[in-house]
């Protein structure tokens, strides 16, 4: 299930133009990030992959279905999405009602439910935690269960909306692993994003937005060495581009195993 | 980002400079006199002789206009029609159509109760024109108003633009979940739960890190507060506000006597 | 005198077993900066609000042990003294907001108001706030109409305002985006340069290296680790514990197995530590 983005421009009704002319595609089963600084229109762009905002000009297209022909509801089925706040979701008694009520109104049948809501409760570590009330729980499980209602929605394409923001280490690595388990799938998966660290250890194309335009689009390893460009957007690369464009090193590594690659092969140059 | 968060128009009238408390009497007062006057016109002089001047003398006359045209003449003119036309008894009849009937009696019954309704709003639309919600937070608390209730009230309305863009966002995510929102007037009833339910405990959850936020700025101390704001009383604000109480006490006795 | 005592402190929230904080001990002296990392529900909100004196007053429950902030035990302390003692700044700059008032500069005096400062004394401190967070620019603003970390900053003075002791915040960066986040660790560098003394939460550790005298390490309601960043940071435990490490220091780790990172050199906590160290462990310098 591709995205493919055309021409989109997009002003709220305010007047303000947030998004001025972008063109791309997304194909099926990449992982990409959006980065940016606030105001940059990486929240409005990706609104428009599941209909929430529909062009002003230009166009969406979702799987072949064109955003502004179909109502949210029914690009639910095909596009899921994670908001930041998960107390703007939750209003059920128990977990398990929680996460059945997006494939419920999706109409799957009562076993297909039963089954993804279980896939999903495993992948964000909330097998046991079922029967309680999410407002029982601390805010970063009430974070997993907004994610795993939107999971067993088994949607092609999943969009994240600042997933890590105030999450502990633990959290954020057990979102990296629905991340990855996502990837395994063959998802599409989406990510709003400015912590770049999980970005680069996570996602494989990063898009960087500015006033409204895409600045670059690209392999997260291309992208993430871009510090000028990344810096009009008020983006600061990853701590270890950092620290390899400090030691001179030619490569941008997105992860420690690479980082130590590439001082691997620095020593062997100069031996 | 909406700025103007209340009806409050900044000027430097003599209405402005008047005491909270004052306007907020007159607003008692005007309501007062308008039910317990036996006079029938009472209503509709207050309004062409007091709250009219008023609001040009406290140079809101324009905005006053806006909101009475917007607001205040759909309404009342809507109870005047409804009244006259639904209103039992009435011997003179004016006019006939079907099973509705207008008498004299019953236009001049919806006349009394419209010009009254109009009266009260008026008054309180001049009195929140002229006043900055603070000042009369303050000034009625400094007067015995318990400080909390004073503070529901004032970030209420602050709170409440607020409320509405989490509302819009409340929507957004379930919709995003497949929940329809459009179409037939049960699957609307249906939709209700999945929007309140968020609304009502994310505000919860809001409200109680407020509640510690100002807990934090010290807000039940049993100190005596202090206003940044100066508020004055002069003694033309208690000469008008016992004046005023005195014609409301007329205007029962006339009433009474009457 | 330290200007925080705690010994062993034990709390337990209303209807709850299992205690929130247990045993815990911790001493800071004035002019220190003290960062407490953890993993969420460590009890990291717990111990601000207990310093802080919220603990007992607004959360009830049990609390065991002497809580003690610049030699007055909380439990005896009025309100009036606690706020003059502690102020605290929390993660959502929205909820921070009072809504009680429509400007910023009134937003700021409102904790002025409600302790009774003389009205004539106001101008001066809440200037001084907004210079100390920089938000002089702002004073006429709705305090709705600003981005996070302008609210932060706004929530932030309006705590100094109230000419705390010690300032406790507790996650302060967590909601808002880099620019925000900057411009708030900016003022609090500020603060701190100038002898505040901080307690801070935080989970973005390259700053806790950058501005901590000391770090501890909290879980499930008891110190894990304590001492100076460089050691903290670095400890093996945190590991077993899920507390992570930075990048800088777990790549080092990882260099260190291959000899690409001295081994004789202590692991880096920042990125001009990390940089040091690869250089000669790539034999460079």
């Not at chain 1, 063109?23 to 990706?46: I, P």
């Not at chain 3, 899920?242 to 004789?264: D, I, M, N, Q």
Request: glycine share 8%.
């Amino acid at each position: 299930m591709n995205i493919e983005v055309e021409d989109l421009h997009f002003s709220y009704p305010g007047g303000v133009e947030a998004l001025c002319g972008i063109t791309l595609r997304v194909e099926s089963g990449e992982l990409v990030a959006m980065v940016g600084q606030n105001g940059s229109g990486k929240t409005t762009l990706v609104k428009h992959f599941n209909g929430l905002l529909k062009p002003s000009r230009g166009s969406v297209r979702v799987g072949g279905w064109d955003t502004r022909a179909v109502s949210v509801a029914r690009l639910a089925s095909r596009v899921g999405y994670v908001f930041q706040n998960p107390d703007d979701q939750l209003f059920c008694k128990t977990v398990i009602e929680e996460v059945s009520f997006g494939p419920r109104n999706l109409g799957y049948a009562p076993e297909k439910v039963e089954q993804l809501v279980r896939r999903a409760l495993v992948m964000t570590g909330l097998a046991g935690r079922e029967g309680a009330n999410p407002y029982d729980l601390s805010p970063t499980w009430r974070k997993m269960v907004a994610l795993a209602a939107v999971l067993s929605m088994d949607t092609p394409i999943v969009i994240f909306d600042e997933p890590t923001t105030g999450q502990d280490w633990q959290s954020v690595v057990r979102i990296a692993s629905v991340i990855a388990a996502l990837r395994e799938e063959g998802k599409t998966v989406i990510t709003i994003t400015h912590d770049m660290d999980f970005c680069a250890e996570n996602f494989a194309r990063v898009i960087a937005l500015g006033g409204g335009r895409v600045l670059l689009d690209g392999p997260a390893n291309k992208v993430l060495g871009e510090a000028e460009m990344l810096a009009q957007t008020n983006v600061e690369p990853p701590q270890l581009v950092r620290l390899a464009k400090r030691l001179g090193l030619a490569e941008t590594p997105l992860s420690i195993p690479a980082f130590v690659d590439a001082c691997r092969r620095a020593v062997r140059r100069d031996a | 980002m909406h700025e103007r968060l209340s009806f409050y128009i900044q000027r430097n009238s003599p209405i402005h400079r008047l005491n909270p408390l004052t306007k907020l009497t007159l607003v008692f007062a005007l309501v007062l006199i308008s039910f317990f006057s036996p006079w029938y016109w009472t209503s509709l002089c207050l309004i062409l002789l007091v709250v009219f001047p008023l609001t040009v003398i406290g140079q809101v006359g324009r905005e006053f206009f806006a909101a009475a045209l917007r607001l205040l003449v759909p309404v009342t003119g809507f109870i005047f029609i409804m009244q006259s036309l639904f209103l039992p008894g009435g011997e003179t009849l004016l006019f006939r159509f079907w099973f509705l009937r207008v008498s004299l009696e019953s236009v001049a019954r919806a006349f009394l109760i419209s010009t009254r309704i109009f009266g009260m709003v008026s008054s309180f639309i001049l009195l929140l024109l002229t006043t900055h919600p603070s000042e009369l937070m303050t000034d009625l608390t400094r007067r015995g108003l318990p400080g909390t209730v004073a503070y529901v009230i004032i970030s209420t309305l602050q709170i409440l633009p607020q409320m509405q863009a989490k509302a819009q966002t409340i929507i957004a995510a379930q919709r995003s979940r497949g929940l329809e929102v459009e179409g037939s007037l049960i699957r609307r009833v249906r939709a209700l739960v999945p929007l309140v339910g968020p609304l009502v405990f994310g505000s919860l959850v809001e409200v109680e890190e407020r509640a510690i936020a100002i807990e934090a700025r010290a807000f039940s101390a049993t100190l005596p507060k202090t206003s940044y704001r100066e508020i004055t009383d002069t003694s033309f604000d208690r000469t008008a506000r016992w004046l005023m109480v005195g014609l409301v006490v007329l205007s029962l006795v006339v009433r009474i006597l009457g | 005198m330290p200007i925080i005592n705690l010994q062993h402190v034990t709390y337990r929230y209303p209807m709850t077993e299992q205690p929130a904080l247990e045993d815990l001990s911790l001493q800071m002296d004035e002019g220190e900066f003290v960062a407490v990392i953890g993993p969420n529900g460590a009890g990291k909100s717990t111990l601000c609000y207990t310093i802080a004196g919220f603990i007992p007053y607004f959360f009830k429950g049990e609390l065991e042990g002497t809580v003690e902030v610049a030699g007055v035990e909380s439990r005896q302390a009025s309100l009036e003294q606690r706020v003059r003692s502690v102020g605290l700044v929390f993660q959502n700059p929205f909820n921070q907001i009072s809504g009680a008032k429509y400007t910023v500069f009134e937003e700021i005096a409102f904790g002025l108001e409600n302790l009774g400062v003389n009205r004539e004394e106001m101008p001066a401190r809440v200037e001084r706030a907004m210079a100390l967070t920089g938000i002089t620019d702002l004073a006429e603003r709705s305090p709705y109409a600003l981005s996070g970390g302008q609210q932060q900053r706004v929530a932030l003075a309006s705590i100094l305002v109230m000419e705390p002791r010690v300032l406790v915040l507790d996650e302060p960066t967590s909601q808002l985006d880099p620019v925000g986040t900057r411009e708030v660790f900016e003022v609090i560098r500020n603060l701190a340069q100038r002898g505040m003394t901080v307690l801070m939460v935080e989970h973005k550790l390259e700053w806790v290296a950058a501005f901590a005298d000391r770090v501890i390490a909290l879980e499930n309601g008891r110190i894990l680790a304590e001492g100076a960043p460089a050691e903290v940071l670095t400890d093996e435990r945190l590991l077993e514990h899920h507390f992570g490490f930075s990048r800088y220091t777990l790549a080092a780790r990882e260099a260190r197995k291959e000899a690409l990172w001295p081994p004789s050199r202590r692991l880096p906590v920042t990125l001009e530590e990390a940089e040091a160290g690869f250089r000669e462990g790539l034999g460079w310098s």
